[in-house]
């Protein structure tokens, strides 16, 4: 029996999910097909619009990126800052729960936080538990930040990490690497950061890493402390409980894969679904043999029949784009459009190249590559009987790893890609009652 809905969108990350919420907004009934979270939840939990860009507004930011060629928000124009703006209000009405800070307006600055390597990164909205490591902010004051090292290699990590920082917060502020004492042993040194902070959710555990804490920032006389994680559970609690304790400002540091903050963003945007009334189903959707789309499990194929389809399914690590072994073809992989990196079909493997640098600073475009869509987001080279939609990193012309656009450009071409979709179903549909 095939699966019926007003809308499909392929993909369950940041692009999927906003372009299944924003079409439910719209009244569209949907359904949403996803193998896997993507790379949404391998990420650094930071939400960012594209561009580091000295002091610039988040408004500031998109624009510079906009002028990259190949870049989505090359595609629309003076409507860039009130989809920034609505994009924002969309994601804090849905994710709730993550008590997300920052920017309002394009023309709010962003918050520069501080990365797992030492450095500092943009991002216009982040878990509340994050926010407060504002670089920006703690650098305009004397401040002694105690980054917080747990067992092994990640004591090593911590003193890279405060070496890096004290450069961004002089010459007022200095950080210094804090080892507690609660996660010391050999075991707790082969344990990854997802793994201790599913330890901390753990009754109890939570009063003994503040208690730990508080040791560890006095040893270093530390006015504010970066942590690698307060667990995955109610993070803003968490906060809370941690700095009544350790009396004073506790931050939460952005995160590494596996990420923390990641895992709990995905979570969120999985709930937003529930509560939004989206289905979804697990499976790997393909190009059906009418023109649309089918759901393969196992050995089954399901049909599906949509008034429209939204194609979200990421980049590499998505699986929405794939290189063919060999010829270094590149192709979508649910319609099979034609993929471009640079304005070239495949990635070989020559010498002269320039779609990967030697150095990692250097430009990779071939990180940035994705399928072509007109104005409207639509793929210039789908031939299907639905309309068909596509927003995320599958558009191409963006590469996160250089600023120049994230999860916060995921969200805002899902937000067009879902309310277009959307609209062409709600055609569709009126076209066929009115012929009957």
């Given at each position: 029996?095939?699966?019926?809905?007003?809308?499909?969108?392929?993909?369950?990350?940041?692009?999927?999910?906003?372009?299944?919420?924003?079409?439910?907004?719209?009244g569209a009934k949907v359904l949403l097909v996803a193998r896997a979270s993507g790379a949404t939840?391998?990420?650094?939990?930071?939400?960012?619009?594209?561009?580091?860009?000295?002091?610039?507004?988040?408004?500031?930011?998109?624009?510079?990126?906009?002028?990259?060629?190949?870049?989505?928000?090359?595609?629309?124009?003076?409507?860039?800052?009130?989809?920034?703006?609505?994009?924002?209000?969309?994601?804090?009405?849905?994710?709730?729960?993550?008590?997300?800070?920052?920017?309002?307006?394009?023309?709010?600055?962003?918050?520069?936080?501080?990365?797992?390597?030492?450095?500092?990164?943009?991002?216009?909205?982040?878990?509340?538990?994050?926010?407060?490591?504002?670089?920006?902010?703690?650098?305009?004051?004397?401040?002694?930040?105690?980054?917080?090292?747990?067992?092994?290699?990640?004591?090593?990590?911590?003193?890279?990490?405060?070496?890096?920082?004290?450069?961004?917060?002089?010459?007022?502020?200095?950080?210094?690497?804090?080892?507690?004492?609660?996660?010391?042993?050999?075991?707790?040194?082969?344990?990854?950061?997802?793994?201790?902070?599913?330890?901390?959710?753990?009754?109890?555990?939570?009063?003994?890493?503040?208690?730990?804490?508080?040791?560890?920032?006095?040893?270093?006389?530390?006015?504010?402390?970066?942590?690698?994680?307060?667990?995955?559970?109610?993070?803003?609690?968490?906060?809370?409980?941690?700095?009544?304790?350790?009396?004073?400002?506790?931050?939460?540091?952005?995160?590494?894969?596996?990420?923390?903050?990641?895992?709990?963003?995905?979570?969120?945007?999985?709930?937003?679904?529930?509560?939004?009334?989206?289905?979804?189903?697990?499976?790997?959707?393909?190009?059906?043999?009418?023109?649309?789309?089918?759901?393969?499990?196992?050995?089954?194929?399901?049909?599906?029949?949509?008034?429209?389809?939204?194609?979200?399914?990421?980049?590499?690590?998505?699986?929405?784009?794939?290189?063919?072994?060999?010829?270094?073809?590149?192709?979508?992989?649910?319609?099979?459009?034609?993929?471009?990196?640079?304005?070239?079909?495949?990635?070989?493997?020559?010498?002269?190249?320039?779609?990967?640098?030697?150095?990692?600073?250097?430009?990779?475009?071939?990180?940035?590559?994705?399928?072509?869509?007109?104005?409207?987001?639509?793929?210039?080279?789908?031939?299907?009987?639905?309309?068909?939609?596509?927003?995320?990193?599958?558009?191409?012309?963006?590469?996160?790893?250089?600023?120049?656009?994230?999860?916060?450009?995921?969200?805002?071409?899902?937000?067009?890609?879902?309310?277009?979709?959307?609209?062409?179903?709600?055609?569709?549909?009126?076209?066929?009652?009115?012929?009957?």
């Amino acid at each position: 029996m095939a699966l019926t809905a007003d809308v499909v969108v392929v993909g369950g990350g940041m692009a999927g999910v906003c372009a299944s919420l924003a079409a439910r907004e719209k009244g569209a009934k949907v359904l949403l097909v996803a193998r896997a979270s993507g790379a949404t939840a391998l990420s650094s939990g930071a939400i960012d619009f594209g561009g580091a860009v000295a002091d610039a507004t988040v408004g500031e930011g998109a624009r510079a990126v906009s002028r990259q060629p190949g870049h989505p928000y090359a595609l629309l124009g003076d409507a860039l800052p009130a989809l920034l703006e609505r994009t924002m209000a969309f994601l804090r009405r849905h994710l709730v729960s993550l008590g997300l800070e920052g920017a309002r307006v394009a023309a709010d600055k962003c918050l520069w936080l501080p990365t797992p390597v030492g450095t500092a990164r943009p991002a216009a909205l982040v878990q509340s538990s994050i926010a407060g490591a504002d670089l920006r902010n703690l650098s305009s004051r004397p401040a002694r930040l105690a980054v917080i090292a747990f067992a092994g290699a990640q004591q090593v990590e911590a003193g890279l990490v405060a070496s890096g920082l004290s450069r961004l917060l002089a010459p007022l502020g200095e950080a210094v690497a804090a080892p507690i004492d609660l996660y010391a042993t050999r075991g707790d040194a082969l344990r990854s950061i997802a793994e201790l902070a599913r330890d901390l959710d753990r009754p109890g555990r939570r009063d003994l890493f503040a208690a730990s804490l508080l040791r560890a920032a006095n040893a270093v006389r530390a006015t504010h402390v970066l942590v690698p994680t307060l667990g995955f559970a109610d993070p803003a609690v968490a906060r809370a409980e941690v700095e009544r304790t350790v009396e004073r400002p506790v931050f939460e540091a952005l995160g590494a894969p596996p990420s923390v903050p990641g895992l709990r963003l995905q979570a969120a945007l999985a709930a937003a679904l529930r509560a939004a009334g989206v289905r979804t189903v697990d499976g790997i959707a393909e190009r059906s043999g009418d023109g649309g789309v089918q759901i393969v499990r196992g050995v089954e194929c399901q049909p599906v029949r949509a008034g429209a389809i939204v194609l979200a399914s990421g980049r590499f690590i998505g699986g929405g784009i794939r290189c063919e072994p060999g010829s270094g073809l590149l192709h979508e992989t649910v319609l099979d459009l034609p993929a471009f990196a640079a304005g070239r079909r495949n990635i070989a493997a020559l010498p002269s190249e320039e779609l990967f640098a030697v150095k990692a600073s250097g430009a990779h475009p071939g990180m940035a590559a994705g399928i072509r869509v007109d104005a409207a987001f639509r793929p210039l080279d789908a031939a299907t009987t639905v309309p068909v939609f596509a927003c995320g990193s599958l558009l191409g012309g963006f590469d996160p790893a250089r600023d120049s656009g994230g999860l916060g450009t995921c969200a805002l071409t899902g937000l067009c890609a879902g309310e277009r979709a959307a609209e062409a179903a709600s055609r569709a549909g009126a076209s066929a009652v009115a012929g009957r």
